[in-house]
């Protein structure tokens, strides 16, 4: 009996050591976090995608003009927000980079451990978007798409090719001419018809 009431006796203090222990470390551990909140507040996910759904690698991801993030290969990103970005500054501006593709400009609200879906719109996809259009004869939208185009790229020759087209439909055969006499690849076959067809309508 009294071996048994010594063992029950040691088991006790080596449970009010342990709950010492536990609760010592869990002061310890928000101290910790206590401190590591006024230094780091926490962060935000981020995916960027295109018009095909799929992730955009390698775009440089800025926060009120200071770079914080490069996607990786699947267009993923995150953002590490300190206490001194957000206490006196709820709005947050996102801008979006890459060659190729048409910046972007957001505004959003810091919510930590949230996630931002947020679309890059390619030259590619412009100028696909704005031959749909002038096929469908609304040249006032397919100049839009092409303004964006030429945004991304100044002097593309399919930019200068659609804008062609477009002068061309609309009875400006001059204007048509100055947009192919500016394409690098101007004496490509199909570029050289077009031009003659042009000299034969000004004539």
């Known amino acids: 009996m009294l071996l048994e009431y010594m063992m029950m006796e040691r088991n006790k203090w080596l449970l009010v050591l342990a709950a010492?222990?536990?609760?010592?470390?869990?002061?310890?551990?928000?101290?910790?976090?206590?401190?590591k909140y006024k230094d780091d507040a926490g962060v935000m996910y981020g995916m960027i995608y295109d018009e095909r759904e799929e992730g955009v690698a390698l775009v440089n991801v800025k926060v009120n003009g200071t770079l914080k993030a490069v996607s990786d290969g699947?267009?993923?990103?995150?953002?590490?927000?300190y206490f001194a970005d957000i206490k006196d500054k709820k709005?947050?501006?996102?801008?979006?980079?890459?060659?190729?593709?048409?910046?972007f400009k957001q505004v959003f609200y810091y919510e930590p451990l949230s996630l931002l879906h947020l679309r890059l719109e390619s030259g590619e996809y412009l100028l696909k978007e704005a031959e749909g259009v002038i096929e469908r004869g609304d040249y006032e939208e397919a100049e839009g798409f092409l303004d964006r185009a030429f945004e991304i790229e100044e002097s593309r020759d399919e930019s200068l090719f659609l804008r062609a087209v477009i002068r061309y439909k609309e009875g400006k055969a001059d204007e048509a001419l100055a947009a192919l006499e500016s394409m690098s690849r101007k004496e490509d076959a199909a570029v050289k018809a077009f031009m003659q067809?042009?000299?034969a309508v000004r004539k």
């Open 20 to 35: 010492a222990v536990v609760a010592a470390a869990v002061m310890s551990c928000t101290s910790v976090w206590n401190k």
């Open 197 to 199: 067809r042009l000299e």
């Open 74 to 81: 699947q267009g993923r990103f995150i953002l590490q927000f």
């Open 91 to 103: 709005e947050q501006l996102i801008e979006l980079e890459k060659e190729g593709y048409e910046k």
